[in-house]
């Protein structure tokens, strides 16, 4: 087990990364896995059994999620509807889970009721905050005005920096550092950087860490890499 750098994307399985952090070395995690069911990270429908063959996967990342966090440390899971019965019962076994948060996202269509809503699992193992909010949270996703703030969406789940920016905000303090187990296209990484926390990240598709990676370049005006285990002659800006 290492330290590993911070403010670095890693392009690897996050099961096996997560391995490789200290314990109580994380003051929060803000992480989106796939749902599996209605549409997953790789544009495809899923079906309910693909919830059942993940159990082994998911008890293994939320025990090392619990291994790595600190004492005080606050955890945020994204899903829906369909996909939150499953993680519940999962996730209750390796930390305290305070509170369903309800993220309003505004109208994102649909032929029976329109899918406005999305849920985050807020757990916390300790060393309460007082965020002295409501638990429903209003911040347009792409389909209600997003773009506006963040640009082009480039992700099939991608969340707006706001909604993690807020999380960041209500539960850690400057210069914390805050894990994202599926990076996807970075908006934790450039939330984090916004409001001067450190990250971490594990992203197992290189085309993503290559697209997270210009996001940050373009944020920050660094043109250096700072993504390890891909081709870095591949050119990020292709």
């Known amino acids: 087990m290492r330290d590993m750098e911070l403010n670095v994307i ?18 929060a995690v803000i992480t989106d896995p796939p749902f599996f069911l209605g549409v997953t990270h790789n544009g495809q429908k899923g079906e309910y059994s693909d919830l059942i063959i993940m159990k082994p996967f998911f008890s293994g990342l939320f025990f090392e999620i619990n291994r790595v966090l600190k004492n005080t440390g606050k955890a945020y899971i994204c899903t829906d509807w369909r996909t939150y019965p ?25 032929n029976q009721y329109m899918n406005s809503h999305e849920f985050v699992i807020f757990c916390s193992k300790g060393g309460e905050i007082n965020i002295g909010d409501e638990n429903t949270i209003k911040i347009p996703g792409f389909a209600a ?16 920096v706001e909604l993690f920016e807020k999380f960041i905000l209500d539960s850690t303090n400057k210069d914390d550092t805050v894990l994202d187990c599926f990076m996807g296209s970075g908006t934790l990484a450039i939330a984090a950087i916004k409001t001067k926390r450190n990250y971490i990240g594990f992203e197992i598709q290189e085309k993503y860490c290559k697209i997270a990676q ?3 370049n373009k944020f920050t005006g660094d043109f250096h890499s700072k993504i390890e285990n891909f081709n870095n002659e591949i050119n990020l800006f292709t």
Do not use: M
């Open 214 to 216: 210009c996001r940050i």
């Open 145 to 160: 005005g997003a773009k506006r703030t963040n640009g082009q969406k480039l992700h099939p789940t991608q969340k707006p």
């Open 10 to 27: 890693y392009n690897k399985d996050c099961l096996e990364g997560i391995k490789e952090l200290p314990d109580n070395s994380v003051d």
């Open 86 to 110: 499953f993680l519940y019962p999962v996730l209750s076994e390796y930390l305290p889970i305070k509170n369903l948060l309800v993220w309003y996202k505004g109208d994102s269509g649909g």
